[in-house]
């Protein structure tokens, strides 16, 4: 970098520098470009094809500061709204890529690796009522850390995320994508996998409070529908309610008061209309966070997902949450998706909120062929009496979180629609005694449990329910 004039000293922009270096190596096939210790302040880094970035320790790559409202020239690179024809079938964020601190489309081998830092200082995150922070949209403002669209054989390694915008790394339609060690402390999204192909995600740790943490995601970006599948996610850490930094410098500081939804979770959805198949998530630990999402809501099918090994501790929402809905955002037509064969398994989850775990589908499509076996599910317990007695709306157009329903008449599993449902050696606890049944069933074709442990005195409430086999308590 200083041999192409990059300054380091954090107040100089060193975007020119950074992407004259960048052409040069393209020009010759290929290669690294090193960045060694020092603070770069850059608007958006271009990448190329055979180009690898190193960041060595001490070394900063730093998004450089817009005005609130835009620039009228200069600043980092702006996309082209999406076609209106498909517009508005994905949130704002996903149909742009260009708008950030590094971006990339149609490439091949490409790398960013080494123990430096990415701090997204300058960028928005997409909330219009951020005070004092760059609005998302405006000309000139950035709001991503990475984006990538189009792209083969991608290496992320071994640095550091700080305060990354919108999206830490906003990965759309790329195959073969590796992310290892990574070190996230963000004030948004850690990792959107949006229609990829062939990932894989290790040893990561992050912490997103205001949202999700790891979501693979299958939006209509692109102008057609896409998978996501091939993935595996394993060895990772997720939190939701750190102080951003605190993650990053080790004092592991607890918002007080903690922000509003302490996200931090794994998602699938809620972009959902390519669908999410072959997917693995494994040896993860979910610390003051949301739990585990798996939502199709916009006519794609979720199939074939194994979860294994999971720690939680204090999750704010249900545990588990596998929603099948009628959203329908996206081309007109399309019929609601399916949800099925998901094997969940080795799961402990300690001082959980008052929210069960949630399995919903919606009339005329259920959520099937689903295994949840040796597990130990503690919630605080002490729900108010009247909540046992309530029935819940359907929201089936609804947003998909835990909370779409409102609260829930059961301690610890509620199940709408759904069919061929099997649960064995799960033990289902209450800090506080609470007068909800441990399961709620309505609609359901086959319910089978095995080796059940719940609190003494737990009902079952059931409304149409056939092929029921529960073994004694």
Excluded at 4 to 28: E, K, M, Q, Y
Excluded at 218 to 245: D, K, Q
Excluded at 371 to 395: C, H, K, T, V, Y
Excluded at 403 to 424: K, T, Y
Aim: net charge negative; hydrophobic share 35%.
């Amino acid at each position: 970098m200083r041999d192409f004039g990059a300054r380091g000293d954090g107040t100089t922009i060193d975007t020119p520098a950074v992407n004259a270096a960048i052409d040069h190596l393209a020009s010759r096939g290929g290669g690294t470009l090193y960045f060694p210790a020092g603070s770069y302040a850059c608007y958006t880094i271009r990448l190329k094809s055979h180009i690898r970035l190193y960041l060595d320790a001490g070394a900063v790559i730093v998004a450089a500061p817009t005005p609130i409202e835009g620039m009228t020239s200069g600043g980092y690179d702006q996309d082209v709204d999406l076609p209106e024809s498909y517009r508005d079938f994905q949130d704002h964020g996903h149909g742009h890529w260009r708008n950030s601190l590094i971006w990339g489309e149609g490439l091949n081998d490409i790398a960013i690796e080494g123990p430096g830092l990415i701090w997204g200082k300058g960028l928005g995150r997409g909330h219009d009522y951020d005070k004092g922070m760059p609005i998302s949209g405006r000309p000139g403002v950035g709001d991503k850390a990475i984006a990538l669209k189009l792209c083969r054989n991608v290496l992320l390694r071994d640095f550091r995320m700080l305060q990354a915008g919108w999206f830490g790394l906003l990965a759309t339609g790329v195959d073969n994508l590796t992310i290892d060690n990574l070190l996230i402390d963000t004030n948004r999204d850690g990792l959107d996998i949006d229609c990829c192909k062939n990932v894989r995600i290790s040893n990561c740790t992050i912490n997103s409070p205001w949202d999700d943490a790891i979501c693979p995601k299958s939006s209509y970006a692109l102008g057609y529908p896409r998978a996501t599948e091939n993935v595996t996610i394993t060895n990772c850490y997720v939190s939701g309610s750190y102080v951003i930094g605190s993650v990053l410098d080790g004092s592991y500081k607890v918002f007080l008061p903690e922000p509003k939804g302490t996200h931090g979770r794994i998602k699938l959805g809620t972009e959902s209309n390519g669908g999410f198949r072959n997917i693995t998530i494994s040896n993860i630990v979910f610390d003051k966070c949301r739990g585990i999402a798996l939502e199709t809501v916009d006519g794609a099918h979720l199939e074939d997902i194994t979860i294994t090994n999971i720690s939680m501790r204090e999750v704010t929402t249900a545990p588990i949450f596998l929603r099948l809905g009628r959203r329908m955002r996206g081309p007109a037509g399309v019929v609601p998706g399916t949800l099925k064969r998901v094997i969940i398994s080795n799961i402990t989850s300690s001082a959980a909120a008052i929210m069960p775990s949630i399995i919903a589908g919606v009339e005329g499509y259920k959520v099937e062929d689903i295994r949840i076996s040796d597990m130990f599910l503690q919630s605080l317990g002490g729900a108010d009496p009247a909540l046992a007695s309530r029935m819940p709306p359907l929201n089936e157009a609804g947003y998909p979180e835990p909370n779409m329903f409102g609260d829930l008449p059961a301690s610890g599993l509620f199940v709408r629609q759904a069919r061929n449902i099997e649960l064995d050696h799960i033990e289902f606890q209450t800090q506080k005694p609470d007068p909800r049944p441990v399961f709620w069933l309505q609609d359901v074709d086959g319910f089978r449990t095995g080796h059940i442990r719940r609190p003494i005195g737990a009902t079952v409430f059931t409304q149409r329910v056939t092929g029921m086999e529960m073994d004694r308590p």
